[in-house]
């Protein structure tokens, strides 16, 4: 069988290696294009347990295994890894992956290197390392979903015949499973039917050694490279890992045009990080901080493997909870995502209506195995603002329309399911009766305003919260003008209208029932009452965000958004007043703490009302408040108001979006 046959069937990694005639001049470590970017976070790390997640990890392409820079000080070539996160909710299944073994033919002895240089660039990772004679250059990177590549360059000074063998190693004794298959070897993991495989290719008719020793697998090229004097062998390392080997096949690679490939989609990434902007902020930080932001999406990024049929991002790889698609994160990705990689956006889009319910209802999250999918409850409704925001960005007309039927079940489904008193104001709930899924349905959790809050039941299936939430009516409100919008967009005149009409019919009943004239502020409305629910929190500029509250009304708010004592802390815009009794910004969650969405949609509910100044200084405060965000931290989850400490997830995607977008204004800005 022809090798590259056997490569396709066996889905295997593989090494394949060329020696260029052209004289090779050195290069620097890192790509010209990434140059201004080099290490905007620090992705070195060794993991110590199978579940090791204390440091950064390198995703790319929507694969779902992740790789790291060994320790500073480590002296072995290679990289940290594999990181498999589609096995449970993650795990390391490798300790160390590429390291080269070699030996001049002439010498007795393996070659010695010496590490120099060791860094992350958007979209790969690079090492150097010199010997007697001898560079070597490993940079990792994708190729795609399936296959990760770690194109090792040798340039030799004078001419040598060296032998070059390929090792790895398991995480632990418990993991290694390592099979031989002919010259290929596997790693299979007990209960899955994933597979992780290597095999060393080469263009000619070497033979290859394969030799499995416990933890450790080593394949060696039987024939020596012929390196001549200041030319570049290149050798290609390739893993590849499959989610259903029974079911999946991965397209070969094309060595040859990989890494130009990947160097091409990247720099159309960092394209749009030149309109990176804030005023008042250099605009060289804007940018950094748009670029990592980036990188921390698509690190975030996952294809469609299981019973997930289109690619998306998922909250952060650095907790274990978050290996699937979550509604209200799908929309904010999407809508950040929409101005550097619209093709991703669409697919996180897609992602969560696969499973859009016969009633309209999309399920709170979904995952690789759908039995996990949670039903319970939804997620805000945000999804029109984030189809908009897409078709702004690229005016991809046909997917609005194909979009439009299932938006509109979605918003109606929030009138169907959730209007207890069927008054044409909604309420967060549950399908099971829940109050923790109700909570959840908000996105804000254990926040202050739901602590004394009891469930009504509407119909089969269909709970609703004793309270009309203010920023779920505002969002609802903001979608019937956003599908006013893409009504008109579609030519779907009758449509536009009655969007309107409704979203009229809404404005009076948010702006009398749920303003508080004595605190000036909004808030959540019991249900059969005039009766507010009196918290202070972010929840209460949903309206200005949203666009529904009255000039007056606009005005109150936002001296209480400007207030140092409540909202216009350190760090800007906490999830609830400063001065509150229960005011929790380290262990509060959603009782305090800052989250990024929130604080975005303060920013532009100010500039809606006419604060543009004042919107650009809150702006400059989360970027320059955010303890690290222009050095290497990530971004966290949430934020101490008071201190900017980062707390929670790292890597978290949709504060990423979040800063992206503020970042991106005006192209992108909600205030239209």
């Not at 450790?216 to 039987?222: E, F, G």
């Not at 009504?456 to 203010?470: C, F, P, R, T, Y």
Request: include cysteine.
């Amino acid at each position: 069988m022809h090798p590259s046959v056997k490569l396709l069937i066996a889905a295997v990694a593989c090494i394949g290696f060329s020696v260029h005639g052209e004289d090779v001049r050195a290069e620097s470590a890192v790509d010209g294009a990434s140059a201004a970017y080099v290490d905007l976070l620090d992705l070195h790390g060794a993991p110590q347990t199978p579940t090791d997640r204390s440091f950064n990890i390198f995703f790319d392409a929507g694969a779902w295994h992740g790789y790291s820079l060994p320790l500073a000080d480590d002296r072995e070539t290679g990289f940290s890894g594999p990181f498999a996160h589609s096995l449970a909710e993650g795990q390391w299944v490798g300790a160390r992956f590429a390291a080269l073994a070699l030996k001049n033919v002439a010498s007795p002895q393996d070659m010695s290197l010496v590490p120099t240089e060791s860094h992350a660039a958007p979209g790969y990772l690079v090492r150097v390392f010199s010997g007697t004679d001898l560079t070597v250059r490993q940079t990792l990177f994708f190729a795609d979903s399936w296959h990760a590549l770690v194109r090792v360059e040798l340039t030799a000074a004078k001419a040598q015949d060296v032998k070059l063998a390929v090792l790895g190693r398991a995480i632990s004794p418990d993991h290694p499973a390592f099979g031989r298959d002919g010259d290929t070897v596997t790693q299979t993991f007990a209960h899955s039917n994933s597979k992780l495989a290597t095999r060393l290719h080469t263009d000619g008719a070497s033979a290859q050694q394969v030799t499995l020793s416990g933890t450790n697998y080593r394949i060696a090229l039987d024939q020596a490279l012929h390196l001549k004097p200041h030319q570049t062998a290149t050798v290609f390392v390739e893993q590849t890992l499959i989610y259903d080997a029974r079911a999946e096949m991965p397209p070969p690679v094309d060595y040859a045009t990989a890494w130009t490939k990947n160097r091409e989609r990247w720099a159309g990434y960092l394209k749009s990080a030149a309109s990176s902007h804030l005023p008042g902020l250099p605009d060289d930080v804007a940018r950094r901080v748009a670029v990592k932001a980036m990188m921390t999406l698509l690190g975030n990024w996952r294809a469609a493997r299981g019973d997930i049929h289109h690619d998306g991002v998922i909250p952060s790889y650095s907790n274990p909870d978050f290996n699937g698609f979550w509604a209200w994160d799908s929309w904010k990705h999407a809508a950040a995502l929409a101005h550097f990689v619209p093709t991703l956006a669409r697919e996180q889009i897609l992602a969560m209506f696969d499973y859009q319910g016969a009633d309209g209802m999309v399920p709170d999250c979904v995952y690789l195995d759908k039995a996990n999918n949670n039903w319970r409850d939804s997620k805000p409704p945000l999804a029109v603002w984030a189809s908009l925001e897409l078709y702004r960005a690229d005016g991809d007309k046909a997917f609005l329309a194909d979009l439009y039927d299932k938006l509109v079940r979605y918003h109606r489904w929030w009138f169907t399911a959730r209007d207890h008193d069927r008054n044409g104001l909604a309420e967060f709930g549950s399908t099971d009766g829940t109050k923790i899924a109700a909570a959840w349905e908000s996105g804000m959790d254990n926040a202050v305003r739901f602590d004394a809050t009891r469930m009504l039941k509407n119909g089969e299936g269909a709970w609703s919260m004793d309270q009309e939430s203010v920023d779920l009516n505002a969002y609802l409100y903001r979608e019937k003008l956003d599908l006013a919008e893409v009504a008109a967009i579609l030519g779907k005149t009758q449509d536009q209208q009655r969007w309107l009409a409704e979203a009229a019919a809404m404005k009076s009943p948010i702006q009398t029932r749920m303003f508080d004239k004595e605190l000036g502020y909004f808030f959540d409305a019991k249900l059969g009452k005039d009766e507010r629910v009196r918290v202070l929190g972010s929840e209460g500029w949903a309206p200005l965000w949203a666009g529904v509250a009255s000039p007056d009304q606009a005005e109150s708010v936002i001296r209480v958004m400007l207030d140092p004592k409540k909202f216009a802390t350190l760090m800007p815009f906490p999830t609830l007043a400063a001065d509150d009794s229960k005011f929790a910004p380290i262990k509060g969650y959603w009782r305090g703490p800052v989250w990024l969405d929130q604080a975005y949609f303060g920013v532009e509910a100010l500039r809606r009302y006419g604060h543009d100044r004042q919107a650009d200084d809150m702006a400059r405060r989360l970027v320059r408040q955010a303890n690290g965000l222009t050095q290497q931290a990530p971004f966290y989850e949430n934020y101490d108001p008071l201190t900017g400490n980062g707390y929670q997830s790292r890597n978290f995607s949709w504060s990423a979006a979040s800063y992206l977008l503020l970042l991106q204004r005006p192209a992108n800005s909600s205030s239209r």
